[in-house]
């Protein structure tokens, strides 16, 4: 596959707010790689929180080991870490704030909401699905049932459909389940099912995505595969693995579907010299590659354009 690499044109100017490291120069972070000559522009979130954009240079950045993120349409980013979302203005100052709460461990995700909430899980000793406004004010909130203890591996990237309800992966269960908003349990898309390899193929369901044909895209984590399923049976309709993309993918935690009908995958533990995100299309042919030595790991993602143009519903 060929590479498309751009030279750095560094102006070291870095200074430091109360929260984040605003980059001022323009930072060359990795290469993209496509015979097609695909480009894209992404947020990453994981140990490493920035702006690529489609020459491969840092536009933001902000300070890592975050969770889960989302450029929205005002210009700002909203990004989860463990103890707090905030969201922040491109030059880093906070408009909004939400802060872990009490007797809980963690915060799984955050998801910005058409009516201008954000939907919030929080992992513990009591797991629980928020829905926040900006104001602070928490006006729909349900306990999770993630069927573990375990606090970090009860949930990741909840997301809300397009009937008002919540898909939430919970990886030791096996499960996306969707929930209603009094956190009833209306159905269970199971990723351990016999045609996936079982539960030791360790399909721990990390991103549950709702497409525009009302199927459920997932990302299998240590299972090294993404499935799109049918929710009304439970049942595959499209997957795709290591057999199909020659072992690239190592930890399918992030996955995005965009509007040609490719689907774009994070491999987690991709290592120093492993591409961080690849690219594939509908027959499981990688058409992408972006490699970076300078970002430790990609924990999740959003793709905003291609090649110039936006993708649609990546603005929030």
Same mark, same amino acid.
């Given at each position: 596959?060929?590479?498309?690499?751009?030279?750095?044109?560094?102006? &070291?100017?870095?200074?430091?707010?109360?929260?984040?490291?605003?980059?001022?120069?323009?930072?060359?972070?990795?290469?993209?790689?496509?015979?097609?000559?695909?480009?894209?522009? &992404?947020?990453?979130?994981?140990?490493?929180?920035?702006?690529?954009?489609? @020459?491969?240079?840092?536009?933001?950045?902000?300070?890592?080991?975050? +969770?889960?993120?989302?450029?929205?349409?005002?210009? @700002?980013?909203?990004?989860?870490?463990?103890?707090?979302?905030?969201?922040?203005?491109?030059?880093?100052?906070?408009?909004?704030?939400?802060?872990?709460?009490? =007797?809980?461990?963690?915060? =799984?995700?955050?998801?910005?909401?058409?009516?201008?909430? &954000?939907?919030?899980?929080?992992?513990?000793?009591?797991?629980?699905?928020?829905?926040?406004? +900006?104001?602070?004010?928490?006006?729909?909130?349900?306990?999770?049932?993630?069927?573990?203890?375990?606090?970090?591996?009860?949930?990741?990237?909840?997301?809300?459909?397009?009937?008002?309800?919540?898909?939430?992966?919970?990886?030791?269960?096996?499960?996306?389940?969707?929930?209603?908003?009094?956190?009833?349990?209306?159905?269970?898309?199971?990723?351990?099912?016999?045609?996936?390899?079982?539960?030791?193929?360790?399909?721990?369901?990390?991103?549950?995505?709702?497409?525009?044909?009302? @199927?459920?895209?997932?990302?299998?984590?240590?299972?090294?595969?993404?499935?799109?399923?049918?929710?009304?049976?439970?049942?595959?309709?499209?997957?795709?693995?290591?057999?199909?993309? =020659?072992?690239?993918?190592?930890?399918?935690?992030?996955?995005?579907?965009?509007?040609? =009908?490719?689907?774009?995958?994070?491999?987690?533990?991709?290592? +120093?010299?492993?591409?961080?995100?690849?690219?594939?299309?509908?027959?499981?042919?990688?058409?992408?590659?972006?490699?970076?030595?300078?970002?430790?790991?990609?924990?999740?993602?959003?793709?905003?354009?291609?090649?110039?143009?936006?993708?649609?519903?990546?603005?929030?």
């Amino acid at each position: 596959m060929k590479a498309f690499l751009y030279p750095c044109r560094t102006v &070291f100017l870095l200074f430091f707010t109360g929260h984040c490291i605003v980059v001022a120069q323009n930072e060359s972070i990795g290469e993209q790689a496509s015979d097609s000559k695909i480009l894209h522009s &992404f947020l990453v979130t994981g140990p490493d929180t920035l702006l690529v954009e489609e @020459n491969g240079l840092v536009s933001w950045r902000c300070r890592g080991g975050s +969770r889960d993120g989302f450029a929205l349409g005002n210009g @700002n980013f909203v990004i989860a870490w463990k103890n707090e979302v905030l969201e922040l203005t491109r030059q880093n100052k906070v408009k909004f704030r939400y802060r872990l709460g009490n =007797g809980n461990r963690e915060i =799984g995700s955050v998801c910005p909401l058409p009516n201008g909430n &954000f939907l919030i899980t929080e992992l513990g000793a009591k797991p629980r699905l928020l829905e926040v406004g +900006r104001d602070g004010k928490i006006s729909v909130q349900f306990p999770l049932k993630p069927e573990t203890d375990n606090a970090h591996m009860q949930t990741r990237m909840a997301r809300k459909n397009a009937d008002g309800n919540y898909w939430v992966p919970h990886l030791l269960a096996h499960s996306v389940k969707e929930y209603n908003i009094e956190g009833e349990v209306l159905r269970r898309i199971r990723t351990d099912l016999e045609e996936l390899g079982g539960r030791a193929a360790k399909n721990w369901p990390f991103t549950a995505i709702e497409l525009g044909n009302g @199927n459920l895209l997932v990302g299998c984590t240590l299972g090294n595969k993404v499935v799109e399923f049918s929710p009304d049976d439970g049942k595959v309709v499209w997957k795709v693995g290591n057999n199909k993309v =020659g072992g690239l993918i190592k930890d399918a935690c992030g996955v995005q579907r965009l509007e040609n =009908g490719n689907t774009v995958i994070a491999s987690y533990r991709a290592g +120093r010299n492993g591409p961080k995100m690849i690219e594939v299309d509908a027959a499981g042919k990688v058409v992408w590659e972006f490699k970076s030595e300078k970002i430790r790991a990609v924990h999740h993602f959003q793709v905003l354009t291609t090649n110039g143009k936006k993708e649609p519903g990546a603005l929030k």
